[in-house]
């Protein structure tokens, strides 16, 4: 148990539509990442906030955004959903910095039709 | 962050050690060495990390060489419920890199 939870646990959303994903982070930690993880592959980072702040991004689309709300929990937004968007969303949050532990919720299972 | 190496799968017996190899000849003095194992479809578990000095936690020991470019984590006593995919990350942000990890079948 790793105090990261993660809301919906499963989601099936139609081609074009939003959706909205949402994360508590452990208490005290002020940094949450969002990963995608693809059947069969590692996690992808997608983009991480600090203190409400994006503060690193990967080779995601401007259609991936996210939130992080002054009690650190985190919010990750895809808008028009394409089927290739279908995967594990994990978030893992921290206190931020080299040689801290990140710990991951159980991920949103997302499935674009 | 470096890049890691990793053979694709392993087996284990039961009771025994596995020791899981990785290769990371890029590090740089600033970057940590994480392991992190994922159970089907389950979130990544946090395993341990380390600098240069060898660690051990409840679930495992960290084996840093000391030139850095490989590491090798120990799992005392395997137990069915360690099948996983184990991933090794070099960081030196708070940005993980997952690469394909190695597949560990413990098998009784």
């Known amino acids: 148990e790793t105090g990261v939870t993660q809301s919906p646990t499963h989601l099936i959303k139609t081609r074009g539509q939003q959706v909205t994903l949402r994360c508590s982070s452990q208490s005290g930690h002020n940094t949450v990442s969002w990963y995608q993880q693809a059947l069969g592959q590692g996690p992808q980072f997608i983009f991480q906030y600090y203190r409400e702040e994006e503060n690193g991004r990967g080779n995601f689309p401007p259609r991936f955004s996210g939130l992080q709300f002054p009690n650190y929990s985190s919010e990750l937004n895809v808008n028009a959903l394409e089927l290739d968007d279908s995967a594990l969303y994990l978030c893992?949050?921290?206190?931020?910095?080299?040689?801290?532990?990140?710990?991951f919720g159980q991920g949103t299972r997302l499935t674009v039709v | 962050d470096a890049k890691t190496t990793q053979p694709p799968s392993m087996d284990c017996a039961e009771g025994r050690a596995a020791n899981l190899p990785c290769n990371h000849s890029t590090i740089s003095g600033n970057e940590y060495v994480y392991w992190y194992r994922q159970i089907h479809s389950q979130g990544p578990q946090y395993i341990i990390h380390?600098?240069?000095n060898n660690e051990t936690n409840e679930m495992a020991s960290l084996i840093i060489t000391e030139d850095r470019k490989s590491s090798t984590l120990i799992l005392p006593h395997a137990t069915l419920r360690d099948t996983a995919v184990y991933y090794c990350i070099v960081r030196a942000t708070d940005k993980l890199i997952f690469g394909t990890g190695t597949r560990l079948q413990v098998f009784p």
């Open positions: 380390g600098l240069k």
């Open positions: 893992a949050s921290s206190l931020g910095g080299p040689g801290t532990e990140a710990f």
